[in-house]
């Protein structure tokens, strides 16, 4: 298992009327989380794009809301890869507000494409390389 977290505050333009992060907007912290997680392991979905033609679409996301996050609240984002990639990616993620208390889970799954072919592949070595170690048992 491998997780990564990552923090990011709650912005104005982010809310509804009632001050609270807006539905909707919850997948772009999902993203931030993917992101943030490649980062730590040495990678970015931009040089996976460009130097490696792999593109990773999302093809589902099933979310589950349970407090709201409210704004200018800081937000941790927790984002777990529970088992290793195979043609599939599958990111768990958890929001927590201040208080640790949790707001908000998902789970994202995508899939690898190669950008040449529009094909799936399976994950890329260079992913799974820096994965194993996570994965391996002890």
Same mark, same amino acid.
Do not use: W
């Given at each position: 298992?491998?997780?990564?977290?990552?923090?990011?505050?709650? $912005? /104005?333009?982010?809310?509804?009327?009632?001050?609270? #992060?807006?539905?909707?907007?919850?997948?772009?912290?999902?993203?931030? *989380? !993917?992101?943030?997680?490649?980062?730590?392991?040495?990678?970015?979905?931009?040089?996976?794009?460009?130097?490696?033609?792999?593109?990773?679409?999302?093809?589902?996301?099933?979310? $589950? /809301?349970?407090?709201?996050?409210?704004?200018?609240? #800081?937000?941790?984002?927790?984002?777990?890869?529970?088992?290793?990639? *195979? !043609?599939?990616?599958?990111?768990?993620?958890?929001?927590?507000?201040?208080?640790?208390?949790?707001?908000?889970?998902?789970?994202?799954?995508?899939?690898?494409?190669?950008?040449?072919?529009?094909?799936?592949?399976?994950?890329?070595?260079? #992913?799974?390389?820096?994965?194993?170690?996570?994965?391996?048992?002890?």
């Amino acid at each position: 298992m491998y997780t990564n977290e990552f923090q990011k505050r709650v $912005r /104005y333009g982010e809310t509804d009327q009632m001050g609270y #992060l807006y539905y909707g907007n919850y997948p772009q912290y999902y993203e931030i *989380g !993917r992101v943030e997680m490649l980062r730590s392991l040495g990678l970015t979905y931009k040089a996976m794009e460009e130097e490696e033609g792999i593109l990773m679409p999302v093809v589902s996301m099933q979310i $589950r /809301y349970v407090r709201p996050a409210h704004y200018d609240e #800081l937000i941790n984002i927790r984002t777990t890869l529970r088992q290793m990639p *195979g !043609r599939y990616i599958t990111f768990h993620m958890e929001l927590f507000n201040e208080a640790g208390k949790l707001l908000n889970g998902a789970s994202v799954k995508l899939c690898f494409v190669d950008r040449s072919t529009g094909k799936t592949i399976p994950a890329p070595a260079l #992913l799974t390389d820096k994965l194993r170690p996570y994965f391996e048992a002890a």
